[in-house]
């Protein structure tokens, strides 16, 4: 199957040249960037957002904050699965890089030497991009234009096929969705404890807000329940 993509009438050669061809026509200082760009930088910012997520869940804590880390902690462990299920997927394929196959081509990184088909960084993006998407949608939605520019950038750089990306676009939101209710169902009893937990709450809720919820407790506890007329502004209201 190494021949997936061996004729230039094919339209995935014909559209990673007209791709690639964008990095010829760009002068150096910008295909540094893509370069680093689609490296690490789409990766690192993906990670940002799950950190940023993460924070403002913590911060807000309430009844959905457990679930929701859960949620961000299945996106790193989403994306190492993908990864994983990719490993025999690119042996069984073996389909060579494509500069390995087509002259012409700008590769902006080189020393790639492992196959091509699928691209584990567009498996990776993808991955943790539709798992900020089933913690925060507004913020998963950020992640997955990301993600889909992450699979563009590989084709422009030169060291994946379209169809590369696209395979591993599939492979990343495929592990994300379908063994998110395992995953979940495993995460989100274990976040509860952390949150319960005197030492590891911090992690899911602050200390502020967990102090809050300690003195909502205690004035009930102290004045009662709402409608005992216990509440000294319950016996306000009724006289």
């Known amino acids: 199957m190494a021949g997936l993509a061996d004729s ?3 339209p995935d050669v014909d559209l990673l040249y007209d791709i690639n ?14 370069e680093f ?15 940023w997520c993460w924070w403002g869940v913590r911060r807000r804590g309430g009844e ?22 990719n490993v025999p997927i690119r042996g069984f394929v073996e389909r060579p890089r494509p500069f390995n196959d087509h002259e012409g081509l700008e590769v902006l990184v080189h020393g790639k030497d492992d196959y091509s088909f699928v691209s584990d960084h567009a498996t990776l993006c993808m991955a943790l991009a539709v798992g900020l998407f089933l913690a925060n949608r507004r ?14 950038i590989r084709v422009y750089m030169g060291v994946h ?25 495993l995460l989100t009893p274990l976040m509860r404890a952390i949150e319960r937990s005197p030492r590891g709450g911090w992690l ?14 205690a004035s009930g506890a102290r004045y009662g329940a709402p409608g005992s007329g216990t509440d000294p502004d319950e016996r306000d ?3």
């Open 8 to 10: 230039g009438s094919n």
């Open 21 to 34: 061809g964008l990095a010829k026509e760009a002068p150096p200082w910008f295909d540094r960037i893509m």
């Open 37 to 51: 760009v689609g490296e690490f930088g789409l990766l690192f910012a993906l990670l940002a957002l799950l950190l």
């Open 64 to 85: 959905d904050a457990a679930p929701t880390v859960a949620a961000l902690v299945w996106a790193p462990l989403a994306a190492g699965v993908a990864v994983l299920v």
């Open 139 to 152: 913020l998963g939605i950020i992640g997955l234009v990301l993600g889909l520019l992450g699979g563009f």
């Open 161 to 185: 096929y379209p169809t590369d990306v696209v395979g591993g676009l599939a492979l990343g939101t495929a592990v994300a969705l379908l063994l998110s209710p395992l995953a979940m169902a």
């Open 204 to 217: 899911i809720t602050s200390r502020k807000w967990q102090d809050g919820e300690r003195g909502r407790t």
């Open 237 to 239: 209201l009724a006289a």
